[in-house]
């Protein structure tokens, strides 16, 4: 020990220590200044790199969609609402397990198989990073908190509020005001950019009826927010906001009650109903049925409904009636009427002795009179032009159109509407066929005959005609030809909406104005006639239906009925083992009518052409349907008061024949 | 250097200043040590109600782990360091005893199994008290022999060093670890170690570390290093952390964007914001100047340490002020060079800024001998 001590040169080792310590301070200052060149480096050389990079962690564009434009009806009921709903999205960059996420999400809310497809869809749409993708519409308060509760493993789950179409009158509607649903990836794709930019922060478009025809109307235009997220995505501050400007509410001149009758006067029949005010042209109902309920595609259909929807090949619920054609039938005969009076080729004196067929020149074959089918035999006898119309004499017009030819029919029936669409709105109806030789030639490859002109003077053979066709071809007959062309849109943002028509349809101009006065009449005692004791068929064909069965009826109403035959049925149907397939073979059954008619103080005030699928009668099917609409539309909605004033010389005319 | 002490002590004769500073030398604290330490303490809680998000029970509760930690560096502070010099050999002894027993009975917590939870007393970690007991041990062995050392000494201070730091390294805490080996290194090293053993040491680890990639280190250890060569390797993934708080300490700038300001760490941008990272939140919030005035206050507090152990009177206390000193700067430097991106990421706090418990303890209780070896009469024990 001692040893040790001596060997110990303590002034030696304090000396070694304090140049120790000595290093040991340049290096602590040298590390010091290493680190603060570091922190320099980062804070001052490189701080506008950073700083840039923490806003750009911090600060989010995103694009605040425009509430879309509510849709009225004429007297300004809702048809399509706007409903706050929250639902369920998923930031997929925030997700690191996606399939495990969905899963998880199964076992906790039940997303279902389904849902899980349509979510997929979505995200291969185009999008800004980091934005949600639905992944349930309408979460259920329940869900909402099973959610909130597991928030902690459901990083890049949100439930964000939302506002999404709502269709009140549901089926009502689904045709004419139809729907909105999902933009889809090829609407995405026929986008302008502009577009594209104003779409990016909705999920919902236009996809049919209303809806899709005004859509730049009610869409609006995107607003855009700059905000601060959090690191899980949460926004803790709006920073800067352009508001969105919402899209334009509009009102149509659709009526929900006439809406409602229609459906309700249709029964379970499939048909299509189309009601139109002459004075404006404004559609006062469209109605196909079956209908579906369009909300169910606001949110995403399943697959199962949609399949149901689809495959129902005899209902065909999707399939709207209102602007797809039929034989328009014996509907066409007032037009063809007035046709004949303008050509010449007939006039107030002019009648046939109807042996109850017709043949043409050196043809042993005879057109048979349909509406006489289950008749005793024999014609009308003395028939003419009015007779012809109000008890739908087939031969009387066989010979009348055998006359005329198909140039001048064609030429003539184009004024009317026929084989084009009028409508100023309803881009997406059918035109039908106005049938010529050139027509024929170019769809048919085959020359005219002269048995297709007789099979068209009774409005068969090639001619179709939709519901929309008749109803437009109605209210011109009820205007004196007076063209107005149908439309929906009444008002936009409560201001009324009368566009520039760039090429306007010309009024139907005749060489006597009488003769709209003759046919209208003529129309009138379709439903007025009565039955007489003395002449041989002699009364209105609807007389039974309409008038007889309404005898304290307090206007007078035009029509004419029509039967179309069924031309096929397609073989997924005949195969179907649940229906009665002899029920589809029967004729559809169409009435066009107008009223108040041959009223000196109120003019016709409403236009309406139903069709009854599978009706059979005209008459007796769709008249009475007709008649509904026109007694809710006159005397419930527009309450006129028809106690009559003075009576005019034609108005006596028919009460005379009445007595 | 006896006329010194004779003067200190008889400092009734002296003037009030010396008055003063007798009455802080009779409860053995050193005021200018105190004061660097409050002042860190203080701007410490400033941070970290802020990188808390104002949660004001968490700045209470490190507020009260420092109010015990200056209750037991004052204990520490009335005990001559001799005392503890002449435990050391039992005091380690014992912690080697502890470190055996969590290896067998040990609680594990944030991936190390190096807490010990008997019967009657908190949960502690053994490895924590090794910090200190390792530079006691260190400044015993070698005060008391020639210095500079021979290569005897060395080997058997090695072995010292090398038994608890494997130990450790055993139950998973290689940061504590290395802390604990680099606090008995500095003995050796302030000890007057030839250069020679020094850069061989340093080539000799330099030319190991690849084995050690190789064959020895873990996963994770593994990402760390590559993060840190590369810390868009994985951005969102391991390499998030570095990436985020370079971003919130680069976009602090000169001035910093205001107290309770900074986008990164109030939007939790920045994981760990209150622990390990808590310097990126000061760099954001207090910029370019808030990281100077920290890194002066430390160099206060490290000049004060380096001080004492220039006028320490005896070997042992200079070593042990000496090491305690550099061990205080280690942390330090480690964890903002980290933070900054100079370094890997090892999981080492700020000292006295990041939220912590034990580890704060175990500092306060350096501080406290540093007091007691300025403030002690020279030992009759030499």
Redesign the interface.
């Known amino acids: 020990m001692t040893g040790k001590w001596q060997l110990k040169d303590h002034e030696a080792e304090r000396q070694l220590f304090n140049r120790r310590l000595v290093v040991a301070s340049v290096f602590v200052m040298t590390l010091f200044a290493a680190l603060i060149f570091k922190i320099f480096n980062l804070q001052v050389v490189q701080y506008d790199y950073f700083s840039a990079r923490s806003d750009g962690n911090r600060l989010h564009s995103q694009y605040v969609p425009p509430a879309r434009g509510l849709i009225f009806d004429r007297e300004g009921q809702l048809l399509a609402d706007n409903q706050p709903i929250f639902n369920l999205s998923l930031i997929r960059e925030q997700v690191d397990d996606l399939d495990a996420m969905l899963n998880y999400l199964s076992g906790l809310i039940g997303i279902t198989a389904d849902e899980i497809e349509q979510f997929k869809t979505r995200s291969r749409r185009n999008r800004v990073p980091f934005s949600s993708v639905p992944l349930r519409y309408v979460l259920s308060e329940a869900d909402r908190s099973q959610i909130a509760v597991k928030s902690h493993r459901l990083s890049g789950i949100v439930i964000e509020p939302q506002f999404v179409r709502q269709y009140p009158l549901a089926n009502l509607t689904a045709h004419s005001v139809g729907y909105v649903s999902e933009i889809n990836r090829e609407e995405l794709d026929n986008m302008s950019e502009t577009d594209r930019e104003n779409y990016g922060g909705t999920n919902h478009i236009g996809k049919s009826g209303i809806e899709r025809t005004y859509e730049e109307v009610l869409h609006g235009k995107v607003g855009y927010e700059i905000v601060e997220k959090n690191n899980r995505g949460k926004v803790m501050r709006v920073l800067d906001r352009t508001d969105p400007i919402a899209g334009k509410n509009i009102g149509l001149y659709l009526d929900a009650r006439l809406q409602q009758a229609a459906e309700k006067a249709l029964g379970d029949s499939r048909g299509a109903v189309v009601a139109i005010d002459p004075a404006t042209g404004g559609i006062l109902a469209m109605l196909s049925k079956p209908g579906f309920d369009p909300n169910l595609f606001v949110t995403g259909i399943s697959s199962k409904d949609y399949r149901g929807l689809v495959q129902d090949k005899i209902n065909t619920p999707l399939f709207d009636r209102t602007t797809n054609p039929y034989p328009p039938g014996s509907t066409v005969k007032p037009f063809l009427g007035l046709a004949g009076l303008e050509l010449e080729l007939v006039d107030y004196n002019f009648a046939i002795e109807d042996p109850g067929y017709f043949r043409l020149p050196g043809v042993s074959y005879r057109w048979g009179d349909y509406t006489l089918r289950t008749a005793i035999g024999g014609g009308h006898g003395h028939t003419d032009l009015q007779k012809a119309i109000f008890q739908s004499c087939d031969t009387f017009f066989y010979d009348l159109g055998n006359r005329m030819g198909i140039d001048a029919m064609h030429e003539f029936m184009a004024l009317f509407g026929f084989g084009a669409n009028f409508a100023l709105d309803v881009g997406y109806a059918r035109t039908g066929v106005l049938p010529s030789r050139d027509w024929k030639m170019a769809t048919r490859g085959e020359p005219w005959y002269p048995g297709d002109t007789v099979n068209s003077s009774i409005g068969q053979g090639y001619m179709w005609a939709t519901p929309l066709q008749l109803a437009t071809a109605a209210s011109i007959m009820a205007n004196k030809g007076r063209v107005v062309q149908p439309r929906l849109l009444r008002e936009i943002d409560g201001q009324p909406y009368n566009p520039v028509i760039e090429n306007p349809i010309p009024d139907v101009v005749v060489k006597d104005p009488d003769f709209w006065r003759y046919i209208q009449e003529a129309m009138t005692m379709v439903v007025h006639r009565p039955f007489s004791t003395t002449a041989f068929r002699d009364y209105g064909t609807a007389y039974e239906a309409i008038a007889m069965a309404d005898r304290g009826m307090p206007y007078k109403m035009a029509g004419k009925s029509g039967s179309a035959q069924v031309v096929g049925i397609s073989q997924a149907v005949l195969k179907s083992d649940d229906i009665v397939v002899s029920d589809l073979n029967k004729d559809h059954g169409l009435f066009i009518s107008f009223a108040p008619a041959m009223n000196s103080d109120i003019p016709p005030r409403i236009a309406v052409a139903v069709v009854v699928e599978n009706g059979e009668h005209g008459s007796s099917v769709a008249g009475p349907i007709a008649k509904e609409i026109i007694d809710t539309y006159l005397l419930e909605i527009l309450k006129l008061d028809f106690t009559p004033k003075t009576l005019s010389p034609s108005e006596s005319l028919i009460s005379q024949s009445n007595d | 250097m006896i006329n010194q002490d004779f003067i200190r002590q008889s400092s009734g004769l002296d003037s009030g200043k010396a008055n003063s500073r007798s009455l802080w030398r009779f409860i053995h604290t050193d005021p200018p040590l105190l004061a660097g330490i409050m002042l860190l303490c203080g701007f410490g809680l400033l941070v970290l109600y802020s990188a808390s998000n104002r949660d004001l029970a968490v700045v209470q509760r490190q507020a009260l782990t420092m109010v015990v930690g200056l209750v037991v560096m004052f204990v520490i502070a009335q005990f001559n360091v001799h005392f503890f010099r002449s435990w050391a050999p039992t005091l380690y002894a014992a912690c080697l005893g502890l470190l055996g027993v969590v290896l067998l009975i040990g609680v594990e917590a944030n991936g190390a199994r190096s807490w010990l939870d008997l019967p009657g007393l908190p949960s502690f970690q053994p490895s924590e008290l090794m910090k200190f007991v390792v530079p006691l041990l260190m400044a015993w062995y070698l005060a008391?022999?020639?210095?500079?050392p021979s290569f005897k000494h060395i080997f058997f201070s090695a072995i010292m060093i090398l038994v608890p730091a494997a130990l450790i390294i055993i139950q998973n805490d290689t940061g504590t670890a290395i802390m604990v080996a680099m606090s008995g290194i500095f003995v050796v090293?302030?000890?007057?170690i030839s250069w020679r053993y020094v850069i061989g040491g340093f080539f000799a680890l330099l030319l190991a570390s690849p084995a050690w990639y190789l064959f020895l280190a873990q996963e994770h250890q593994k990402n760390r290093i590559l993060t840190f060569f590369n810390p868009y390797r994985d951005p969102t993934g391991a390499g998030y952390n570095i990436i985020?708080s370079?971003?919130?300490?680069?976009?602090?700038?000169?001035y910093g964007k205001g107290y309770e300001q900074g986008?990164?760490s109030q939007?939790?941008?920045i994981p760990e914001s209150n622990t390990d990272f808590i310097l990126a939140v000061l760099?954001?919030e207090f910029?370019?100047l808030g990281?100077?005035f920290l890194?002066g206050l430390y160099?206060f507090v490290?000049a004060r340490g380096?001080y004492i152990?220039?006028t320490a009177k005896d070997?042992f206390s200079?070593?042990l002020a000496?090491s305690i000193t550099?061990t205080f700067?280690f942390y330090v430097?480690v964890n903002?060079?980290m933070v900054?991106?100079?370094l890997p990421v090892i999981g080492l706090p700020l000292p006295l800024i990041s939220r912590g418990g034990t580890s704060i303890v175990t500092l306060f209780i350096g501080f406290g001998l540093l007091m007691s070896i300025h403030t002690h009469a020279r030992s009759s024990v030499i």
């Open positions: 008391s022999r020639p210095l500079p090293l302030l000890a007057g985020q370079q971003i919130a300490i680069g976009s602090g700038g000169l986008a990164q939007l939790d941008f760099g954001e910029g370019l990281v100077l890194i160099l490290l380096g152990a220039f070997m200079r070593l000496g550099l700067f430097f903002m060079a900054s991106g100079l």
